[in-house]
């Protein structure tokens, strides 16, 4: 099932929708490459990508939130370290028993379900801050 980008997930606060957008389209191309049966190289190079690409985007929010005092900086900050294990973990199952296609559905729908429910939640409220701060 591949995600699709859309104005409800957008925050409003352009960098973050952009780091977002390519969290999507990676996600998108993990579960291309495993539908298009693809050697287990090419899907562990896409995994890769988009693991280093979300530390860069959680620091990218956590800089935002600690330049604007965000209030719930440390919850978000702990949502962030504790989806990072979760990756990790997938990501050792996925070398573990190989990119068969049931394993490439479980991290994609793993990682696609927490992006979105972490966008329209924890994100939104966190650019919406920034923005009402960002104006002072």
């Known amino acids: 099932m591949a995600y699709q980008w859309d104005s409800s997930l957008e925050t409003g606060y352009e960098k973050i929708d952009n780091q977002h957008r390519q969290l999507v389209s990676t996600l998108n191309n993990l579960i291309e490459a495993s539908e298009q049966g693809k050697d287990k190289d090419e899907i562990f190079k896409v995994l890769d990508f988009l693991t280093g690409y979300t530390i860069m985007h959680f620091k990218t929010e956590e800089d935002l ?41 479980i991290v994609t ?8 429910n972490h966008i329209k939640g924890d994100d939104f409220r966190m650019a919406a801050y920034v923005k009402s701060m960002d104006k002072t």
């Open 65 to 105: 939130q600690v330049k604007y005092n965000y209030p719930d900086y440390y919850n978000h900050r702990r949502l962030h370290e504790d989806f990072k294990a979760t990756v990790k973990e997938l990501s050792e199952r996925l070398v573990k028993e190989g990119p068969t296609p049931s394993v490439v559905v």
């Open 109 to 116: 729908t793993t990682i696609g379900e927490w992006l979105v």
